[in-house]
């Protein structure tokens, strides 16, 4: 086992890791606005209390191999996000606020109130 570094109250800004591993580690109060993360493992990782405002994810997905393992969201705040490109295959979707939300141009509440007028 590694011996583990602890660091508290440091300013590290502009510093690189490359092929390092940092699995079980711990970040809490910590500061990482405009840093760049790529090729990243985060498989069973819990992350909460972020603020992502204007951060680009992208080429994000649930594992290479097979299978797969979901991710979940809770408690989210997507409001205007923008999701382009994406595969949404098998995603479900509950007690989710859905005003203004549209899908290739088209109210998602709107296609809802149709589908419940014709399923009735």
């Given amino acids: 086992m590694a011996d583990p570094i602890k660091i508290a109250n440091h300013n590290i800004s502009h510093s690189s890791f490359k092929s390092v591993n940092l699995s079980e580690?711990?970040?809490?109060?910590v500061n990482l606005?405009?840093?760049?993360?790529?090729n990243i493992n985060l498989?069973?990782?819990k992350i909460g209390a972020i603020d992502f405002g204007g951060?680009?994810?992208?080429c994000m997905n649930t594992?290479?191999?097979?299978?797969?393992?979901p991710a979940?969201?809770?408690?989210?705040?997507?409001?205007?996000?923008?999701?382009?490109n994406c595969s949404f295959a098998g995603v479900t979707i509950n007690d989710a606020i859905l005003?203004?939300?549209?899908?290739?141009?088209?109210?998602?509440?709107?296609?809802?109130?149709i589908y419940k007028q014709r399923h009735q």
């Fill in 25 to 29: 580690s711990e970040f809490n109060d």
């Fill in 33 to 38: 606005s405009n840093s760049t993360f790529f």
């Fill in 55 to 58: 951060a680009e994810f992208s």
């Fill in 63 to 69: 594992g290479e191999d097979k299978p797969r393992i």
């Fill in 99 to 113: 005003d203004d939300m549209t899908i290739n141009g088209i109210s998602v509440i709107e296609m809802i109130k």
């Fill in 72 to 84: 979940n969201f809770k408690n989210m705040e997507f409001d205007n996000c923008k999701f382009q």
């Fill in 43 to 45: 498989r069973g990782a």
